[in-house]
């Protein structure tokens, strides 16, 4: 039993730092067009909420369209996998935690749009700009991730969407 409380104390904690308040600190693509201004998968995070022992994850974000800033929830699903979430938002998408820490969360995205385009995605979510070390690690995982480097963008100082 003792053990038990330890596992489930161990995994609460270790999704204290994913759920709460969030915001969209960087954003990588290998299609970049998918992320620069006005771009349809330039999400601006506020909030992440597990459910159902993170079975579901919860993710409320804006998109600013047209200079009009856009509030849209979805709900990833967690797939037999185990790592994996599946949603719907601009065409279908497969998403996975891959790094968190009590700063930031990152996460790996895979969209294939309505045109079956699929774009490859990073989102660093957390409250504050990133370190020079924290900037190195996202570069040596977005090459890793066949994502240019030159295609990370730092949003954090352009989000203008309300909280």
């Not at 929830?73 to 185990?82: F, P, S």
């Not at 497969?94 to 009590?102: A, I, N, Q, R, S």
């Not at 990133?130 to 977005?142: I, M």
Request: aromatic residues 8%; charged residues 25%.
């Amino acid at each position: 039993m003792a053990k038990f409380l330890l596992l489930a104390l161990a995994f609460g904690l270790a999704h204290a730092a994913l759920e709460g308040p969030k915001k969209t600190v960087a954003i990588a693509a290998d299609r970049v067009d998918k992320i620069e201004e006005s771009g349809e998968l330039r999400l601006f995070c506020r909030r992440i909420v597990c459910e159902e022992e993170c079975k579901k994850l919860i993710v409320t974000f804006y998109v600013l369209e047209n200079g009009q800033c856009s509030l849209t929830t979805i709900t990833g699903y967690l797939q037999e996998d185990g790592k994996t979430y599946k949603t719907q938002y601009q065409g279908n998408n497969h998403f996975k935690l891959v790094k968190e820490t009590p700063e930031n969360v990152v996460f790996y995205s895979e969209n294939v749009d309505r045109a079956d385009w699929k774009t490859k995605l990073i989102f660093v979510l957390g409250n504050k700009p990133l370190t020079s070390e924290e900037n190195e690690r996202l570069v040596k995982y977005a090459v890793s991730s066949h994502i240019p480097p030159e295609n990370i963008q730092h949003v954090l100082g352009t989000d203008t969407c309300p909280e």
